[in-house]
């Protein structure tokens, strides 16, 4: 999975923002948490090109949904921080009920047939 | 979105400062990743090796990420054009000769169209000069033929009425006034005002006051005057206490009562300036064709202040109801007009028409020159670019978009333009004042008002055409990268797929000799237009000095003015170094056509005047024709014994003759002129200046002193020197002076001159143009020379060949000149049809010469030819220096 440059209409990066969003209300994160999180939960289905995964970070981070700061990881390594804002907690409610209906009018959509 | 954009810039100007921890950041984010993607990898049990690849696998490009991250971070696409900058200063530093001929080339083109916008600038958009030029209107008549002018009455009325202005002023602002004070005198064009002239303009006097109401409240009581600046250096010697000096105008002793600030000439932008005003009151000095304050003497223009929240549209109602209403002057004529009120900027509307033509003569041919040198520095980028292809196609290679490569490529083509701007302004400054130079002096022999400076709008523009240019002679350069064959030019190591390019010169010249041409022929008729007029046909100028006797101005009766004449004519021919001497009316030979008469047959009178025909007339004294050299086809010339009271005579010129009677010379015919009958004593040449889009002009001379009508007061005179005209022209002063020293003797010029102010617009669109055609004409030949050095240079090893199969040079030449030949014969093709549609638009200014004049055709042709033949000869003999075996082995 390659992603193109900034490009906010593009799908497939409104949905990474998303997951990121969605893995950082467990709590402060270093990427590669987020990364390891987004295997597990989708159970393998969704595979992200890891290195794709850091420009999203600073984006969001650019656009004030997320903070952060350098702390040190569970194995004693220096690592960066991600946590989310206020503004980053309303963008995910509003981001999930627009998938929440999009998912559910594709649905209904595939069930008349 | 707006607060979002805002974190954004705060956070991105944040980091402008901490580039380097930005980028430490980034790496160890990414390293920590790997780190633990490839830990995790080895406790699956992968083994060390792999499980590092592995991670570097999954993690992706760790580049991509970079560049994307600093991104976001930065503002990038800003920095990299910053970047690309500082890329093109290096690189046009380093080809430091094709820099500079691509600059200078591109600073002539850019200059040509910023000194003609100068010109407009002086000319169309410049305020009068006033405190607060925004509000000042100037109010025309319309519907009434004329330029627009007002009688004192009407402007009375309207001032009076008026509520949409605040200020409604009237000036005269040609008034010629001929003065005497401290023992000189001098002709100075001054100006007859209403006495809120000078508030509306929200000027404050250098000394002494302007004037008061009361001192322009009845006529002719008042004599008072302002004078400019430079009068009260020049005669005055910038004496302080000038208040209350006196001085004569016109014979009339007026005393002094201020002195006009120092760089106020008038409010007549594009005319000449004045030097003294006088209140409106004392118009009968400064105006003497009709009585000014008669309702249907017109002479005042109208110029005014809106009032607070006032608009012109408003205005221009109001003061056209008004001018309904005006009572009439009561003699049954018709003295219905319009009015139009526009913001007072630029040459008065009166004399737009004239300055628009030129002005649209001389855009064009900066437009065309500018194109010529887009196309030069064009063909000079396109070969350069051969010389790019390997870099262009490894930043291709590397990954950079068209758009990166088009974006680095224009900053350095805006560099240029850049460099070629700056330094068109520079050259402008300079370049401008040439131009407005022509103006210098008109007709009469006044100065005129060319304010031609270097003002924001000048700027503007002047970026505007650098822009342009810089977007038009990248065009094909900027294409031409972005088609580069990548497999082809890596493969080859950078040598080109050098066809298409080669095509793309060749056109690029082909273009460049084709405006060229038509630039050329421009310049060639206009230059023999202006020797033309120069040379006179049936006529010669040179050696004949011009003047006018202005006894009207000091108020002289006509016989009291007629017999001052007739003493002067009599002193002038015993002159020495006077060959002869004439005098005619008011127009003269260089003005144009005088009055006209209505003229038929005897007999034929039609009882209706409108059937009848019209021609010019001219008033001359004896000796004219001999004086102008206008050779007599038959008959006789006038003589001492032409007066009133004598039989009606006329001499004719070629023209008129044909018109007459068109099967042979109607010479001792009788002719009606308005009526009355006249004995045909002459025949002349046509001796006229006229344009290409005028037919001949039919003229009858009637003898000066025959005159029963209305006999002249002032004339003008002609008198041929035996040496040069300006030379004698003291003796010339001092004879008139010795009959009367109260007259003004005005518009002292040799004829010569007065053609050359007469026509300054040809001469100048003749200069401009032979400038402009010049310059295509090099810039078209260099870039042949290096269309063909360029061939030369890409065929080395066919011409090796051919050499060693025993071709000899002038067989390797050949092939060259053909190619070059091929493209003189397209371009001046084109050329030529391009002229030919185009030349019509000099017709305005072709004297004696017509728009498709193929003499000047041919030359044009011819020389365009010469020039590039030997653009292409010199590349093409170096072929001949080949050297086979080293062309050979070269490969």
Same mark, same amino acid.
């Given at each position: ?113 | ?95 430091? &000769? ?20 100068? @010109?407009?600038?002086a000319l169309?958009?410049r305020?009068v000069p ?17 330029? &627009? ?22 000036h005269y602002s040609t008034a010629p006034l001929?003065i005497?004070?401290? &023992?000189?005198?001098a002709e100075v064009q001054g100006a007859?005002v ?7 303009l929200?000027l ?6 302007? @004037? ?14 302002v004078i400019s600046y430079g009068l009260w250096e020049r ?8 208040? *209350? ?14 002195v006009a600030p120092k760089d106020f000439a008038g409010a007549n932008i594009g005319g000449s300036p004045n030097e003294i005003w ?51 002057? &009561? ?16 040459v008065s ?87 407005a130079?022509?103006y210098s002096i008109d007709?009469e022999g006044y100065r005129h008002l060319f304010d031609v ?38 493969? !080859? ?109 005897? *007999? ?99 003898? /000066? ?110 092939? /060259? ?54 653009? !292409? ?19």
């Amino acid at each position: 999975m390659k992603l193109k440059r900034e490009n906010p209409g593009d799908l497939l990066q409104g949905t990474l923002d998303l997951l990121i969003l969605k893995a950082l209300t467990r709590g402060a994160m270093h990427g590669y948490g987020v990364a390891e999180w987004i295997h597990q939960t989708s159970e393998d289905i969704l595979k992200v090109e890891e290195g794709a995964l850091y420009p999203a970070l600073h984006r969001l981070e650019l656009r004030g949904l997320l903070s952060s700061e350098w702390g040190t990881s569970d194995n004693n390594r220096r690592a960066k921080f991600y946590s989310l804002t206020a503004a980053g907690r309303k963008q995910l409610a509003q981001e999930t009920e627009f998938w929440r209906r999009l998912s559910g009018a594709v649905a209904r959509i595939l069930q008349t047939a | 979105m707006f607060s979002e954009w805002l974190h954004q810039t705060w956070l991105r100007l944040k980091t402008l400062g901490k580039r380097p921890q930005l980028d430490r950041d980034l790496r160890e984010e990414a390293a920590f990743h790997l780190a633990m993607r490839e830990e995790k990898n080895r406790l699956a049990g992968i083994d060390p090796e792999e499980a590092r690849y592995a991670a570097r696998r999954q993690f992706g490009n760790a580049s991509a990420l970079k560049e994307n991250s600093r991104e976001a971070w930065t503002f990038a696409t800003l920095e990299s054009f910053g970047q690309d900058l500082r890329f093109g200063a290096r690189t046009l530093r380093k080809n430091c &000769g094709f820099s500079a001929v691509a600059i200078v080339t591109l600073a002539l083109g850019i200059t040509a169209n910023v000194t003609v916008f100068s @010109f407009v600038d002086a000319l169309f958009l410049r305020s009068v000069p006033a405190k607060d030029p925004a509000g000042l209107v100037r109010i025309l008549a319309t519907e009434r033929g004329g330029e &627009g002018l007002f009688s004192y009455p009407e402007f009375s009325y309207l001032e009076h009425h008026a509520k949409t202005l605040e200020t409604l002023a009237a000036h005269y602002s040609t008034a010629p006034l001929y003065i005497n004070a401290n &023992g000189e005198s001098a002709e100075v064009q001054g100006a007859v005002v209403s006495s809120n002239y000078f508030p509306l303009l929200g000027l404050s006097p250098h000394a002494g006051r302007f @004037f008061s109401n009361e001192e322009d409240s009845a006529p002719d009581r008042d004599a008072v005057a302002v004078i400019s600046y430079g009068l009260w250096e020049r005669i005055f010697g910038a004496d302080p206490a000038i208040s *209350g000096k006196t001085l004569l105008i016109n014979g009339t002793s007026f005393v002094i009562v201020g002195v006009a600030p120092k760089d106020f000439a008038g409010a007549n932008i594009g005319g000449s300036p004045n030097e003294i005003w006088i209140p409106s009151m004392m118009s009968r000095v400064g105006y003497r064709w009709c009585d000014g304050f008669k309702r249907d003497c017109t002479f005042l223009e109208l110029m005014g202040r809106l009032s607070p929240g006032r608009s012109s549209q408003e205005a221009q109602a109001e003061l056209a109801t008004l001018a309904r209403q005006l009572p009439t002057a &009561g003699n049954g004529s018709d003295e219905r007009f319009g009015v139009s009120v526009t913001p007072a900027v630029g040459v008065s509307e009166a004399h737009r028409h004239y300055f628009l033509l030129l002005t649209r003569l001389l855009t064009t041919i900066a437009g065309i020159l500018l194109l010529v040198v887009c196309a030069n520095v064009g063909g000079l980028l396109v070969a350069r670019g051969t010389a790019r292809t390997a870099e262009i196609a490894m930043r291709r290679a590397l990954g950079a978009s068209s758009l990166r490569i088009s974006t680095l490529l224009q900053a350095e083509n805006l560099l240029l333009a850049s460099f070629g701007g700056a330094l068109a302004v520079v050259f402008s400054l300079w370049t401008s004042k040439w131009l407005a130079g022509f103006y210098s002096i008109d007709v009469e022999g006044y100065r005129h008002l060319f304010d031609v400076r270097l003002d924001a709008r000048l700027l503007v523009y002047s970026l505007m055409v650098t822009l342009l240019s810089g977007f038009l002679f990248a065009l094909l350069p900027v294409w031409q990268a972005n088609r580069v064959d990548l497999i082809e030019s890596l493969k !080859s190591g950078g040598s080109l797929p050098a066809s298409s390019r080669a095509t793309a010169r060749t056109a690029l010249v082909t273009v460049q000799l084709a405006l060229s041409l038509g630039l050329v022929v421009g310049a060639g008729l206009l230059a023999r237009s202006t020797a033309n007029l120069l040379a006179g046909r049936n006529m010669d100028l040179h050696h004949v000095l011009g003047f006018r006797l202005r006894p009207r101005l000091i108020g002289y009766s006509p016989e009291k003015s007629q017999s001052f004449l007739r003493e002067v004519v009599e002193r002038l021919r015993a002159l020495p170094g006077v060959a002869s001497a004439s005098l005619m009316n008011t127009s003269g030979v260089v003005w144009g056509n005088g009055g006209g008469v209505r003229w038929a047959l005897p *007999g034929k009178v039609s009882t209706k005047p409108a059937d009848q025909k019209e021609t010019p007339d001219h008033e001359i004294g004896p000796d004219y024709f001999t004086t102008l050299h206008i050779p007599f086809v038959a008959g006789r010339d006038f003589n001492e014994t032409d007066i009133q009271g004598s039989p009606r005579v006329v001499i004719i010129n070629e023209t008129l003759a044909a018109k007459i009677a068109p099967e042979q010379f109607p010479l001792q015919q009788y002719v009606a002129l308005d009526d009355r009958p006249y004995q045909i004593v002459g025949i002349v040449k046509d001796a006229q200046i006229r344009n290409a889009l005028e037919p001949p002009i039919p003229m009858a001379y009637l003898p /000066f002193w025959q005159n029963d009508t209305e006999p002249q007061t002032d004339a003008r005179f002609c008198v041929r020197t035996t040496g040069d005209p300006l030379t004698a022209l003291p003796s010339i002063r001092l004879a008139v002076s010795a009959v009367d020293s109260h007259v003004p003797i005005t518009e002292t010029m040799p004829l010569l001159e007065q053609v050359r102010g007469k026509f300054t617009d040809a001469r100048l669109a003749g200069a401009v143009l032979i400038c402009a055609a010049a310059l295509a004409l090099v810039l078209s030949a260099i870039g042949l020379f290096g269309v063909i050095a360029y061939e030369v240079g890409q065929r080395k090893r066919e011409i090796g060949i051919r050499l060693a199969l025993g071709a000899t040079s002038r067989q390797v030449v050949a092939v /060259f000149l053909k190619k070059g030949i091929a493209v003189i014969l397209t371009g001046s093709t084109a050329g030529l049809f391009l002229s030919l549609a185009a030349s019509r638009l000099l017709s305005a200014w072709l004297f004696n010469v017509g728009p498709s004049d193929p003499a000047t055709f041919g030359a044009a042709a011819l020389l365009l030819a010469v020039v590039a033949l030997l653009a !292409s000869y010199l590349p093409s003999r170096r072929a001949t220096q080949v050297d086979p075996v080293q062309a050979l082995r070269h490969e």
